[in-house]
């Protein structure tokens, strides 16, 4: 719960740090899976026009607060702000709302309820993100940390929201036959338990390296680093961090870095 209370920056906001602290430790996390989305997902935009992620939920549920950290790729996006979503903006309630960027190509925001018993109800928009293309090109955007808030301040223990992606591309160059991928991957079987195979094939030797990542964008173990001729290859996962011990069930993400580029793929672990 440290951690959370973090987030919310007291100096720069004025909000005593008693009162912030009484809204987010009142109760222990709830017990219910939620699951949000990024809306549109895998989206193009032209070099110089604007764009907007939404973070939506489409559950019937209860929320005071949530607070999120997103990264993104600087040379292909410019930020240009984020806040509050129409399920606040359209409730009446007052909501204390913030966006930060404090290191290059990172936003946290977050936006809260003040008042008891005060809540908004899904489905619908709980926040807003707006992007400007920059540079051709393709940035991944992943999610660091996702919180929610029930409405007696109790966190949800289990929230995710999967990373999208944003392509800026100018719509002449999409003319032609589509660009040939730097590398091929692939995860079999899928979904998987514990064990899984990943198989590539690289245009042109040189260094590889082959992460897996959890949603919230934490390294859990590398599986591959070092110099690799071109053609095919395997590796095998069996589950675990890179400390030995078994990871959780859940979506992962696979990002392998090749000489030609970057691709990745996603898996998800059953328990």
Do not use: C
């Amino acid at each position: 719960m440290t951690g959370r209370v973090a987030h919310f920056r007291t100096k720069k906001t004025g909000i005593p740090a008693g009162l912030m602290l009484a809204l987010l430790v009142l109760a222990s996390a709830a017990t219910a899976q939620v699951q949000l989305s990024f809306s549109p997902t895998d989206t193009t935009v032209s070099p110089e026009d604007q764009g907007r992620l939404s973070i939506l939920i489409a559950d019937s549920l209860e929320i005071r607060t949530i607070d999120v950290t997103v990264t993104y790729d600087t040379t292909v996006v410019r930020s240009l702000g984020g806040a509050a979503g129409r399920l606040y903006t359209d409730s009446g309630i007052f909501t204390f709302q913030g966006f930060e960027e404090n290191a290059p190509g990172t936003w946290y925001g977050y936006a809260v309820i003040l008042g008891v018993g005060l809540f908004v109800k899904g489905p619908g928009e709980l926040f807003t993100w707006d992007f400007e293309g920059l540079n051709p090109g393709t940035t991944p955007i992943t999610t660091v940390t996702v919180y929610l808030a029930t409405t007696d301040g109790g966190w949800f223990s289990d929230v995710t929201l999967p990373g999208t992606t944003i392509t800026v591309q100018d719509p002449l160059s999409a003319v032609g036959p589509p660009a040939t991928p730097p590398a091929e991957m692939n995860i079999y079987p899928n979904p998987f338990n514990p064990r899984t195979e990943i198989s590539y094939d690289l245009r042109q030797p040189g260094l590889v390296r082959l992460d897996v990542f959890d949603l919230r964008g934490r390294l859990v173990t590398t599986l591959l680093e070092g110099v690799r001729p071109a053609g095919p290859g395997t590796v095998t996962w069996d589950g675990k961090s890179r400390r030995g011990r078994e990871a959780p069930g859940g979506v992962y993400l696979f990002l392998l870095q090749t000489p030609s580029g970057v691709v990745n793929t996603r898996g998800l672990q059953l328990k």
